[in-house]
């Protein structure tokens, strides 16, 4: 079992920065991949980034160039840097540990969200 705590949402005008955190306990957090997603008003939820085991970064095509995954495996933290935001980065963010299971399966874990409400 992993349990995930998201904090650093809030309320920010367009342009500005916001960081979020992930707090994970429960398991071994350098094993998972760790992932943000989120979910705007009336939208599905979405993946933003993520971030391997190993500390490779990806991104969706929204977020490139504005936000920045990063983890520190000794805090077992993950962290989403939002920067020069845009009123369409409103919305819920969610952190979500996954990792495949060997010979199968997957273990997926999820938090409870943050909100970020970005005026124009």
């Known amino acids: 079992q992993v349990q995930l705590v998201e904090s650093g949402g809030g309320v920010v005008q367009a342009g500005g920065s916001l960081r979020l955190s992930c707090a994970a306990s429960?398991?071994?957090?350098?094993?998972?991949?760790m992932n943000w997603y989120r979910q705007g008003p009336g939208k599905q939820r979405e993946l933003v980034a993520g971030?391997?085991?190993?500390?490779?970064?990806n991104y969706a095509d929204s977020a490139k160039g504005r936000f920045t995954i990063s983890r520190d495996n000794a805090k077992n933290t993950v962290y989403l840097q939002l920067y020069a935001l845009l009123p369409e980065d409103t919305g819920v963010y969610y952190c979500n540990a996954y990792r495949g299971l060997i010979p199968s399966g997957y273990q997926d874990y999820w938090g409870q969200g943050t909100q970020v409400t970005v005026s124009s």
């Open positions: 971030i391997t085991s190993g500390g490779n970064p």
């Open positions: 429960g398991s071994i957090f350098s094993l998972y991949r």
